[in-house]
């Protein structure tokens, strides 16, 4: 929670304090301090080894001695030293390393407190990078976001914002939308006169170019929402066809009820699957067939429901009973979504027998349908062919969108959203006139509103406000 009454950007020449190593036990702890007075604090907490005076040395320096945890004990430590403007908030900062116990830290950030710095707020120190200028927006969210990654592509994906390819595109948009918005000024304070400084075909066709790039990040964003979630492939097919055996042995988790009693699954079930380097997640749901109780339609309706929304079939079908091809009808209202169909129960049958069946449905199966796999998910078999298929579906779409998207934060987002509907605005406009001057104010009025959401997308246009709400989602230390 932010200290009620300590704003980000007033109090931005205190000296704060705060323990920036991960939390709980570890070999070495590091408490940062930045601010007018760091190096000063700092110096007062530790003696250096030999005669080295703290305060007198420059930036970018490592300076072993002892740290005083109170007036009687000391620890071995290490202070780095970074001067303004060569440091992360591009004031002068301290690093006290040492032994990494919360409660050794938590002495020498009561010490540094005792000696004049405040307690750093969430993200406190990234604001002052931000507002010190050495990141935009975009960059210092992103260090929130590499904080926060739980797996490999998330963190990749927060790596990407924070290059600042994309802070430069916006910044590129921002540049050209002020050109068009400075023409339409003039055109209102020349009105006049007989100069038209852009006509209405010319705005058109710009605005319209950069609601396009506009649209375009718009839609990778969108693409890395979905992809930010596992992709999905749901298991689909008749009763019985051992859909939750299925589900459990690709899992490894005992997660569905398995029977011999056809109808079994009502709810839908979901696992975590890893197929090699890629993840998906795996859903059972109740069989599909013609001659279904009440109860039994409603959890039908919600597996067919299930299927417009996956990116992935996985069309289970007992082979140990005879080829019935009305086993297909279920993929009937998905024709484009892939799917891989599971000979199931193949342990049931002699080679010859699977072959055969395994062929007719093949020969049977609808355009969707990309691969066939024979397994038996009782005993294991063809389990490791049937990963590799639907890797094979999954994890090329994976990447797609990967290479595709990038993470946007929800406040990201909606400065997107606010920018793209004002140039939708004025280009509307823009068609409905004869000459610009005659709508110029207006025009003038929704530009500037996209320059502003942009604006405060990358952080050229901040308020207060929009800096709590930012790194408030920071931890204390970062
Ligand atoms: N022999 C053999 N039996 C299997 C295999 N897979 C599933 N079974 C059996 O088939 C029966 C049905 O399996 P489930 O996994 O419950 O089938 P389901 O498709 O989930 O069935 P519902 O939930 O009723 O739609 C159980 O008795 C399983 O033990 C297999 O590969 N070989
Ligand atoms: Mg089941």
């Known amino acids: 929670m932010r200290t009620a009454g300590v704003r980000l950007i007033d109090a931005i020449n205190d000296t704060i304090v705060a323990v920036s ?15 007018p007075d760091a190096i000063a604090i700092a110096a007062r907490l530790f003696v250096a080894d030999g005669e080295t005076c703290l305060s007198r ?43 990494g116990s919360p409660a050794v830290l938590a002495m020498v950030v009561d010490g540094a407190r005792s000696a004049g710095a405040r307690l750093a707020q969430p993200g406190e120190f990234t604001a002052r990078a931000f507002l010190g200028g050495a990141m935009d927006l975009f960059q210092a969210e992103a260090v929130a976001a590499t904080i926060a990654a739980r797996s490999d592509r998330q963190l990749r994906a927060a790596r990407k914002l924070q290059e600042g390819d994309l802070s430069r595109r916006i910044t590129e948009w921002r540049a050209r939308l002020m050109e068009v918005t400075a023409l339409i000024e003039a055109d209102i304070d020349f009105a006049d006169e007989p100069i038209e400084f852009i006509t ?20 990778g964003a969108d693409a890395a929402e979905r992809f930010d979630v596992l992709p999905t492939a749901l298991l689909i097919g008749r009763p019985n066809a051992g859909k939750s055996s299925l589900m459990n042995a690709l899992s490894g988790l005992d997660r569905a009820i398995c029977s011999a009693v056809s109808g079994t699954t009502r709810d839908i079930v979901s696992a975590p699957i890893k197929l090699g380097t890629t993840e998906a997640m795996l859903l059972d749901a109740a069989g599909v067939h013609e001659d279904a109780d009440a109860l ?26 005879p080829p019935d091809m009305s086993a297909f009808d279920c993929l009937r209202s998905t024709p484009t979504t892939p799917c891989v169909l599971v000979a199931n129960k193949i342990d049931l049958l002699d080679e010859e027998t699977r072959d055969h069946r395994q062929t007719i449905l093949t020969q049977a199966a609808p355009a969707n349908v990309m691969s066939v796999c024979a397994v038996s998910a009782t ?54 006139i004869g000459e610009t001057v005659d709508r110029a104010e207006v025009l003038a009025l929704e530009l500037r509103e996209a320059l502003d959401a942009l604006g405060e997308l990358i952080g050229a246009v901040t308020t207060e406000d929009l800096l709590s709400t930012i790194f408030a989602s920071f931890c204390i230390g970062k």
């Open 200 to 219: 209405p075909g010319a705005l058109r066709s710009q605005l319209s170019g950069l609601a396009q790039q506009i649209e375009a990040l718009r839609a």
């Open 379 to 432: 005993e294991g078999t063809g389990l490791d062919h049937l990963r590799d298929a639907l890797a094979g579906q999954l994890g090329h779409r994976d990447d797609l969108a990967e290479e595709k998207s990038v993470v946007l934060s929800a406040r990201q987002r909606g400065c997107l959203a606010s920018a793209s509907q004002a140039l939708d605005r004025a280009i509307a406009e823009a068609e409905q």
């Open 57 to 99: 040395q420059p930036g970018f320096r490592r300076i072993s001695g002892m740290v005083w945890l109170d007036t009687t004990r000391r620890l071995p430590a290490e202070v780095y030293l970074f001067r303004a403007s060569r440091s992360y908030t591009r004031q002068d900062c301290a690093e006290i390393h040492t032994i």
């Open 21 to 35: 190593s991960a939390s709980g036990h570890g070999i070495r702890g590091i408490v940062r301090l930045s601010g």
């Open 296 to 321: 039994m339609r409603e959890a039908q309706a919600r597996v067919l429901s299930a299927a417009e929304h996956v990116d992935l079939l996985c069309l289970v079908i007992d082979v140990a009973a």
